[in-house]
């Protein structure tokens, strides 16, 4: 389908592309790459923590200076970062050296996005749509990158096999996995430097209204929505992928290939979802569709650990899955909406850095619960119990502040 979109917009499409196939590659193998370089649970719950906060706070600096500092150099930073993290990842096995890569670099333990990518990515797409297309190009921009997680998933699941199959220990092939996500770092490097001077903003003229945060009016809304986006982002962090994979391989033995595959049929309904969510909003509005999509979801991902049987909990987590995204378009549509263009930078960077924090809290205690077999269940039914929190609490706060162009619509 034809997007309407500029060259910069094609550019910013393939740099998500690229990216979101390296975080899918290494989510599936992230943890079972720290657990075979005998790392126990708890090392490796510091690890994905500090993973998570090292991106918090670099990605805050990143993207509360990005529409002032320029859009197209802080994209290049966060590319720079990718790379060197993918490149201590595979090269050392020394916990200290890892604990240092997790925390300054960009690493992707869930499978989604991290650092300063999002944020920048999608001001600069808003920058240059009009408003009544932003959910849809939004829709399509998430699309491209659930299938390519997905693809990300199963060629990472496949290259690990094909090296054991060759001979080698799954080791090499999962260093071998971390050296391609470096080069994908400079892949996007490259792209981000190839971008032109529409998608940069101009500063306020006063620059004394801009907070430290880069947010001047929008600031209670931006941070009323980061307190609800952390708490989702907590119950997100006890069963992001690395830690499903994790739990799948503990509870059934599922070998790296077969969870790649499970993980590639994961994210293609993830992608179908986000694409479904576009076509929802336009009927019922964003705030609408954020909430009552994800309710099921999440009831859906406290049952999977209590299937009795391996066919049955990859049945009900991919039903999760076929749902689970249409939040995610329109929560983005949302935040860009109701900001001021100078703003959504800052205004997309805050909100994802809550994600962030609410992750890496979460990210430490899931580790440990999903390495001990009598509570391993537990992240699955305290993840999808305030995730339904969440929900609830949102469609109290903001169902009755719709976006600009949907109050438009009902002049």
């Known amino acids: 389908m034809d997007l309407g979109l500029s060259r910069d917009g094609r550019l910013l499409f393939a740099a998500r592309i690229l990216r979101m196939f390296g975080y899918g590659s290494i989510a599936v193998i992230l943890v079972l ?3 075979r370089l005998g790392l126990d649970g708890v090392a ?19 993207t509360t200076h990005a529409d002032r500092f320029g859009r197209r150099r802080i994209l ?3 590319a720079i970062l990718m790379a060197i993290a993918g490149v201590v990842f595979a090269a ?30 999608q001001a600069s797409l808003s920058h240059t749509i009009a408003d009544r297309r932003r959910t849809h190009v939004f829709a399509w921009y998430n699309l491209v990158g659930s299938v390519a997680t997905a693809v990300g998933a199963l060629a990472a699941g496949l290259l690990v096999g094909g090296f054991e199959a060759a001979g080698f220990d799954n080791l ?42 880069g947010l ?63 076509r929802i909003a336009a009927r019922i509005g964003l705030i609408n569709t954020m909430v009552f999509t994800h309710l099921p979801s999440n009831v859906l991902l406290i049952l999977v650990p209590l299937m009795p049987n391996l066919p049955l909990a990859i049945g009900v987590l991919l039903a999760r899955f076929s749902i689970s995204q249409m939040d995610v378009p329109t929560r983005q549509s949302y935040t860009m909406a109701v900001v001021a263009p100078d703003e959504r930078s800052a205004a997309a960077g805050v909100t994802g850095i809550a994600r962030s924090i609410g992750a890496a809290l979460s990210a430490n205690l899931a580790g440990p619960l999903v390495a001990t077999p009598a509570l391993a269940a537990l992240p699955f039914l305290i993840g999808g119990g305030l995730k339904i929190v969440y929900d609830i609490a949102l469609w109290v706060a903001f169902k009755s502040r719709p976006p600009p162009e949907e109050t438009a619509e009902q002049r």
């Open 33 to 35: 790459y720290l657990a």
């Open 44 to 62: 490796i719950g510091l690890v994905l923590s500090l993973t998570l906060v090292g991106d918090t706070v670099i990605s805050l600096w990143l």
């Open 76 to 78: 290049v930073i966060g």
């Open 92 to 121: 050392t096995d020394a916990f200290a050296l890892l604990l240092v890569a997790a925390t300054i670099g960009v690493i992707s333990p869930s499978g989604h996005e991290v650092g300063p990518f999002l944020a920048v990515e």
């Open 172 to 213: 090499t092939g999962y260093r071998f996995v971390m050296l391609a996500y470096a080069a994908i770092g400079i892949g996007l490097a490259l792209l981000f430097s190839r971008l032109s001077g529409a998608v940069e903003v101009d500063a306020p003229a006063d620059t004394t209204i801009v907070g430290r945060l």
């Open 216 to 278: 001047h009016k929008s600031r209670n809304t931006v941070l009323g929505l980061s307190g609800l986006f952390a708490l989702d982002a907590f119950a997100g962090g006890l069963v992001m992928q690395s830690i499903l994979a994790f739990w799948f391989y503990q509870t059934y033995g599922v070998s790296e290939a077969v969870l790649g595959g499970i993980f590639f049929a994961a994210n293609l309904l993830a992608a179908g979802s986000a694409l479904a969510a576009a």
